[in-house]
T-cell receptor, first 115, second 113 residues
Framework: ETGVTQTPRHLVMGMTNKKSLKCEQHLGHNAMYWYKQSAKKPLELMFVYNFKEQTENNSVPSRFSPECPNSSHLFLHLHTLQPEDSALYLC??????????????FGPGTRLTVL | GNSVTQMEGPVTLSEEAFLTINCTYTATGYPSLFWYVQYPGEGLQLLLKATKADDKGSNKGFEATYRKETTSFHLEKGSVQVSDSAVYFCALISGGSNYKLTFGKGTLLTVNP
């Protein structure tokens, strides 16, 4: 595998379910990100991890819980979601958080539908 | 805070037509500017970037020039192809935003043969 991979690619869940999204980067980067992409809205940054430490939480509801066990893996644990949480969830990585180069490498995303 | 405004889509063009997607920004500090592209079913990819005023970023026939006086970074391509059909995002990063990428809403481009 190369680049940034995400699993699953599609997920349908009920409001009472608990599920997890997984992201893995094979680029040797130190920073990882979760974004939410909704139709007709700018990408919303949710969480940032740098060297496994969370450095950013953009007022994300507690029903979204991130986990970063090492610099290569990032999880997003989901529980008691709402229908408005349906969106494409994108994972990205970069060399480090303070890179003015701005180049982040994105995975293909997980299309989440909450019923 | 920082913000990016790009033209509303969708944009539909015939193959070999000229493309312009407008992007303007507001930012604290001295931002770097980017265009990302998202092909169907994929994540975003960096298309081009410019890090200071008057720089021109270019890649795959696309160009954009960092215009500080008009706070703009318009994307252009002289002759589009069907394979250019995608969503294009203008973005910026600055120390004033704590090095977070700020994205526009995206512009869907469809190129017909």
């Amino acid at each position: 595998e190369t680049g940034v991979t995400q699993t699953p690619r599609h997920l349908v869940m009920g409001m009472t379910n608990k599920k997890s999204l997984k992201c893995e980067q094979h680029l040797g980067h130190n920073a990882m990100y979760w974004y939410k992409q909704s139709a007709k809205k700018p990408l919303e940054l949710m969480f940032v991890y740098n060297f496994k430490e969370q450095t950013e939480n953009n007022s994300v509801p507690s029903r979204f819980s991130p986990e970063c066990p090492n610099s290569s893996h990032l999880f997003l644990h989901l529980h008691t979601l709402q229908p408005e949480d349906s969106a494409l969830y994108l994972c990205a990585s970069s060399q480090d958080r303070l890179a003015m180069s701005g180049e982040q490498f994105f995975g293909p995303g997980t299309r989440l539908t909450v019923l | 805070g920082n913000s990016v405004t790009q033209m509303e889509g969708p944009v539909t063009l015939s193959e070999e037509a000229f493309l312009t997607i407008n992007c303007t920004y507001t930012a604290t500090g001295y931002p770097s500017l980017f265009w990302y592209v998202q092909y169907p079913g994929e994540g975003l990819q960096l298309l081009l970037k410019a890090t200071k005023a008057d720089d021109k970023g270019s890649n795959k026939g696309f160009e954009a020039t960092y215009r500080k006086e008009t706070t703009s970074f318009h994307l252009e391509k002289g002759s589009v192809q069907v394979s250019d059909s995608a969503v294009y995002f203008c973005a910026l990063i600055s120390g004033g935003s704590n090095y977070k990428l700020t994205f526009g809403k995206g512009t869907l481009l469809t190129v017909n043969p």
